[in-house]
């Protein structure tokens, strides 16, 4: 597994790698402009060359974008649908550049309406994004389940997926805080294998294509999106690292989106997350036959 954070490209995109760097990362999350503005950031080939040169001297396995948080995808409003598209093409197009992993979108909201609608206004979206561009995928990040936002469920991301044409390029993000607040209690190995095996049946293994790691601040089924430091909330380090365990997500990169010191995941906490992936690996090692045996000859 490919551990790391959500870094800053202040100063530009190539410095968000020294970033990583310095937290020890193996894998990074930006975004690709200001998260809270329409207008994109106007890259020079220059600055792609620059970023791709820094992440291949470096130990940065895998980089992903995260859309702005303004895309709606699935809004009722035609006017902000548009917005939505044309934003999603130009990440999808900085991500070609710089050989992201993919694009990690919020689906979308349907705010108080039919929710059906909703998806199919995303789908459609998100569709015309994917023909807008080439190469870059899109995952569909699962989401807390607060008000009307799409991705609640495995069920919900399935008709997602459907909706934007089934496409090979698109598939989801699995984010630990969110699943822990929309009703997975993924703190158990047996509850993370039945979320894995829901997985299978709705959306597909192969469609996971990375995850993100938040503990909560909100309890089990509250649909409240509140994250938490790595350990310091419900899920705890144990939680965080059956989640990190599971053998069905090792290959994927996994990036911490948490406040850290209050300026992001710091390399203590992402140092953490890599102890916690071990600790979850060997938790769910067979014990060998050899400590079996052992065992049974303990005196009692």
């Avoid at 790698?17 to 990362?25: L, Q, T």
């Avoid at 899920?235 to 406040?259: I, K, N, Q, S, Y």
Wanted: charge should be neutral; glycine fraction near 12%; charged fraction near 20%.
């Amino acid at each position: 597994m490919l551990i790391g954070a959500h870094v800053s490209t202040a100063g530009g995109l190539s410095t968000a790698v020294a970033r990583g760097v310095e937290r020890g990362c193996n894998a990074i999350q930006i975004f690709n402009q200001s998260p809270r503005m329409w207008r994109p950031t106007a890259y020079r080939q220059e600055d792609f060359a620059a970023f791709n040169a820094a992440c291949a001297a470096s130990e940065i396995g895998a980089v992903i974008i995260h859309a702005v948080y303004l895309l709606n995808c699935a809004a009722e409003d035609g006017a902000i649908r548009a917005k939505s598209r044309v934003s999603l093409t130009q990440s999808l197009r900085v991500g070609a550049a710089i050989g992201a992993r993919g694009v990690v979108v919020h689906p979308g909201s349907a705010k108080t309406g039919d929710v059906k609608r909703a998806i199919a206004r995303a789908g459609k979206t998100i569709a015309a994004a994917l023909g807008d561009s080439d190469d870059c995928p899109v995952y569909l990040e699962n989401t807390a389940g607060a008000g009307g936002t799409l991705g609640r469920s495995m069920e919900e991301l399935a008709a997602l997926l459907e909706a934007s044409g089934g496409d090979g390029r698109i598939g989801v993000c699995l984010d630990s805080c969110h699943l822990l607040a929309s009703g997975y209690d993924v703190r158990t190995p047996a509850a993370m294998d039945a979320l894995v095996e829901e997985v299978e049946t709705n959306v597909g293994r192969e469609r996971v294509g990375a995850l993100h790691l938040n503990d909560s601040q909100a309890p089990l089924g509250s649909n409240r999106d509140r994250h938490a430091n790595i350990g310091e909330g419900e899920l705890g380090e144990r939680g965080c690292a059956t989640f990190l365990g599971h053998p069905a997500f090792d290959a994927l990169p996994c990036v911490l989106e948490t406040r850290g010191d209050g300026h992001g995941p710091t390399g203590d906490e992402v140092a953490l997350a890599l102890k916690l992936h071990r600790r979850g690996v060997r938790a769910r090692a067979p014990r060998s036959t050899t400590a079996r045996a052992a065992t049974a000859r303990a005196p009692r």
